[in-house]
């Protein structure tokens, strides 16, 4: 169904490829996973097999790529609408309608269906992708995950036979992500759909993977299983280092399958005194206190009376379904966001710094730094170099701090390279660079882990940690439970605008079904999460 025939994808003012040489096929019927290091070229091949790459992202394309046989030179992207469906990192800036239900119709009228098959495919996509209740809804006033669902839905009336999706899991909560990969493994197996999929979180949707194209930083690809291709590293769930680590052959990639081998591990480690405490963190005194905070848009009431506190040298984790509040409570606690009622103090090296909305921006940013889930929305100049340059002189920071920040999380970026060209990965370390070189009191962050692979991860779990240690609080919303997992010490939950849970991170992630990672599923009932965890209780038993 895609062939690629030696492609190399070299990019204007590039100094080696995105893509060098690759020779892969993906048979009809599959789901082929891309997967890879941050900034590697998976979205550049997504691209190219929807035609994208060359003819809107411009650079050179040599060797063919066919979809169906047909060759993307010679078609593009809207000659292969009716085959091939696509929905990039950003499903936000692609909509072209102001509804769900419009955007869901929008792909079948270009197609110039007849209205009553049109209306049989629109509601199978809805009760689908579970969207029924948001079909009137306004595609602006959704949440990130919602835009996903819908996105995908859009794609998904045309009827395409191939699908291809880059981090369609990225902001979705677990059990909505379970939904759609549910839902797109339903159209493989049941309707020979081809899906080319790339996803950082792994941990998601490798059991469902048939076949594996790994890209490496030098833009080569190898194809393979899952099982043979996961490597502990960069691109390597959870699953994968916990089978290292219990010397199980061959790897499990689901959390059933390494249940069935665990049973020995747990039994050594249950014998052992605990080695991990359930105590709640230890932070200072709080860093910011907010109260009775109410946000409203329109009809909705999307924050109700949540009273808030964030200790300095504690890092909290604000999670929750898609819709329930989290990102509108982020940019109301900023100041930077609509608030309709509620007070928010801000403290800075022991001082009253006062309510962000109140200050100029230069001042609210020592107080409160937000990376928001767009880091696109923070960025308007015309090259990494002048955005890091900028944001030393506006933070009153030694030159070079943002550059050294920006390796620190995203490794090697090019000093020339444009903003908009970089990875999502990418454009997130810059804006934390930008953000973090402020030395904010509070570093708020909406879902920032979209785009980054398991090592980037580490790393941006060791600066927050820093920026703890260092006095500061961490407020980050995420659905991303692994991550929460390895850097938060509280949990804070929200449902329909309230808070509902506010505990440890290790009781609240152990005892949720939804928001467990797989360490604590596997290991279960020992209180682990991690595999660092679990090895550092294997030292102890020798």
């Known amino acids: 169904m895609i062939r690629l025939d030696h492609v190399t994808v070299t990019y204007s003012g590039a100094t080696s490829p995105a893509l060098r040489d690759v ?102 996509v809805l009760d689908l992708l579970g969207l029924a209740g948001l079909r009137d809804a306004s595609l602006r006033d959704l949440s990130g995950g919602e835009q996903q669902r819908a996105a995908i839905g859009a794609v998904l009336t045309a009827h395409p ?19 759609v990969l549910a839902a797109l493994t339903r159209l493989v197996h049941d309707h020979g759909m081809t899906v080319l999929l790339a996803e950082h ?14 890209v490496a930083p030098d833009g080569t690809v190898r194809e393979g299983r899952a099982a043979d291709l996961l490597e502990p590293g960069a691109s390597a769930p959870p699953l ?29 480690l249950a014998a052992l005194p605990p080695t991990v405490t359930d105590a709640p963190p ?36 604000l999670m929750g379904r898609n819709g329930a ?60 170099a002048d955005e890091c340059a ?38 997130l370390a810059l804006v934390l660079a930008v953000q973090l070189a402020a030395r904010p009191s509070v570093l708020l962050l909406d879902e920032p882990t979209r785009g980054l692979d398991y090592a980037a991860k580490r790393a941006l779990a060791a600066i927050l940690a820093g920026h703890a240690a260092g006095g500061g609080a961490v407020l980050l919303s995420s659905h991303d439970v692994e991550f929460v997992a390895q850097c938060a010490e509280r949990v804070v939950v929200l449902a329909d605008g309230e808070v509902v849970t506010d505990g440890s991170a290790r009781d609240v992630l152990v005892a949720s079904p939804t928001f467990a990672p797989q360490v604590a599923k596997v290991m279960h009932p020992l209180p682990l999460l991690t595999v660092d965890e679990v090895r550092a209780a294997l030292a102890v038993a020798g």
């Open 282 to 317: 230890a932070g200072g005194a709080p860093a910011l206190t907010a109260r009775g905070m109410h946000v409203r848009y329109r009809r909705a009431h999307a924050v109700r009376g949540v009273d808030l506190d964030l200790d300095a040298g504690t890092v909290t984790a």
């Open 390 to 427: 900028a944001g030393d002189r506006q933070a009153g920071a030694p030159p070079g701090t943002c550059a050294a920040l920006l390796a620190r999380l995203a490794g090697p970026v090019p000093d020339d390279a444009h903003p908009r060209d970089l990875s999502e990965g990418q454009r």
């Open 325 to 384: 509040g989290k990102s509108s409570l982020l940019w109301a606690l900023a100041g930077a966001g609509p608030r309709s009622a509620g007070s928010v103090a801000v403290r800075r090296e022991g001082r009253d710094g006062g309510d962000p909305a109140a200050l100029v921006p230069a001042r609210a940013r020592e107080l409160v730094a937000l990376v928001p889930q767009d880091p696109m929305d923070l960025v308007y100049l015309s090259s990494v």
């Open 240 to 268: 994968v280092e916990l089978a290292q680590v219990a010397g199980w052959r061959p790897v499990p990639l689901s959390v059933r399958d390494a249940r069935r081998r665990v049973t020995a591990l747990r039994g050594r």
């Open 201 to 214: 979180r792994l941990e998601r949707v490798v059991q469902y993977a048939d076949r594996v194209l790994a």
């Open 161 to 179: 036979r191939v699908l291809v999706l880059d981090e369609p899991t990225s902001a979705l909560d677990p059990p909505a992500a379970d939904d």
């Open 23 to 124: 020779d892969v096929s993906v048979a009809e019927g599959e789901l082929c996973l891309v997967v890879g290091p941050t900034g590697a070229g998976k979205s550049t091949l997504l691209r190219a097999v929807s035609g994208l790459v060359p003819h809107f992202s411009g650079g050179t394309l040599a060797g063919r790529v066919l979809v169906d046989g047909r060759d993307t030179r010679e078609h593009r992207p809207r000659d292969l609408a009716d085959l091939v469906g696509v929905v990039l990192q950003d499903p936000a800036r692609g909509f072209v309608t102001e509804t769900v239900e419009d955007e869901l119709a929008y792909a079948m009228e270009q197609l110039g269906l007849p209205p009553a098959a049109m209306r049989v495919r629109m509601e199978e």
